[in-house]
């Protein structure tokens, strides 16, 4: 873990995305993430994830107690930093906690599915990368 150094974030979508569906990019790019990079979070972010991956709207792809077991390896590997810095660059107010962690952090890269958060990129120098961006730069696809 941890191999280059780089601190990354995933945003919630991302998140969700890798752990309904265990074989998709999405997943692919965690993985490679949680092996070669160190994951952050803040206890906002860290909410948002625990309360959507909870949804009853989820059940179709994975049961609760299966959803729940991927998020516990999350929480076992990010690293939890508290924001000094407050960003309200993003058109949508919610996803400012993401660029506040981010340069709080300081961050290397974000990876998010999230068209308010990938419009900045780079953002402050911090990389914002789709999955499949994230993907094509280390080789996965």
């Given at each position: 873990?941890?191999?280059?150094?780089?601190?990354?974030?995933?945003?919630?979508?991302?998140?969700?995305?890798?752990?309904?569906?265990?074989q998709?990019?999405?997943?692919?790019?965690?993985?490679?993430?949680?092996?070669?990079?160190?994951?952050?979070?803040?206890?906002?972010?860290?909410?948002?994830?625990?309360?959507?991956?909870?949804?009853?709207?989820?059940?179709?792809?994975?049961?609760?107690?299966?959803?729940?077991?991927?998020?516990?390896?999350?929480?076992?590997?990010?690293?939890?930093?508290?924001?000094?810095?407050?960003?309200?660059?993003?058109?949508?107010?919610?996803?400012?906690?993401?660029?506040?962690?981010?340069?709080?952090?300081?961050?290397?890269?974000?990876?998010?599915?999230?068209?308010?958060?990938?419009?900045?990129?780079?953002?402050?120098?911090i990389?914002?990368?789709?999955?499949?961006?994230?993907?094509?730069?280390?080789?996965?696809?």
């Amino acid at each position: 873990m941890n191999s280059d150094n780089k601190r990354l974030i995933f945003d919630t979508s991302t998140l969700i995305g890798a752990i309904l569906k265990p074989q998709s990019l999405p997943a692919k790019v965690y993985y490679h993430g949680a092996r070669h990079h160190l994951l952050i979070a803040s206890s906002e972010t860290l909410r948002e994830i625990i309360e959507v991956i909870q949804r009853d709207k989820f059940d179709r792809f994975r049961n609760r107690e299966e959803r729940m077991t991927a998020l516990s390896y999350y929480l076992s590997l990010v690293e939890i930093i508290k924001p000094t810095i407050l960003s309200t660059d993003c058109r949508d107010n919610k996803d400012n906690k993401f660029l506040s962690l981010a340069l709080s952090a300081p961050a290397d890269m974000i990876v998010s599915s999230d068209d308010d958060l990938l419009v900045l990129n780079p953002y402050q120098g911090i990389q914002i990368l789709t999955v499949r961006q994230y993907a094509e730069e280390n080789g996965l696809v």
